[in-house]
């Protein structure tokens, strides 16, 4: 039997985001607001900034957080999607080789702490 389906709920004045976080490849910022971008390219609006919605995956998630990182002022990405890491084109590319690919603009030294981070844990 398999673990328990870990899920992390999204709760704002207007609207709540349950969803499950294998599901969840990247949260990006949008001033006080964060945009979660699922598997399905399903796009959703969080009601907090990227700064809070770190907080709540840490408080939500405990060591499930570790899956997600940081990357430069705009981006929280799941580590599981990981495909690329090129800082040199400043670009990270996001996918599981089958039915999504996402791209996203990232600063070089951004790319290069989470090359050296991913190089490190193997």
Known sequence: M??????????SR???????????VYFEANG??????????LKGMIGMSLAKTELALTQQLGIE????MRVGKRFIVNFEHVYS???GKQRLVL??????S??????????????ELL???K
């Open 14 to 24: 207007d609207e709540l985001l349950r969803m499950e976080i294998d599901k969840i």
């Open 102 to 115: 996402f791209q996203l603009p990232l600063s070089k030294g951004a790319l290069r702490q989470m090359k």
């Open 32 to 41: 006080n607001y964060t945009y979660v971008v699922t598997k399905n390219k």
């Open 95 to 100: 996918s599981d080789l089958e039915n999504f």
């Open 65 to 68: 957080a570790r899956r997600f």
């Open 2 to 11: 398999e673990g328990k389906v870990k899920r992390i709920t999204f709760n």
């Open 85 to 87: 890491i090129n800082p």
């Open 119 to 121: 190089t490190k844990n």
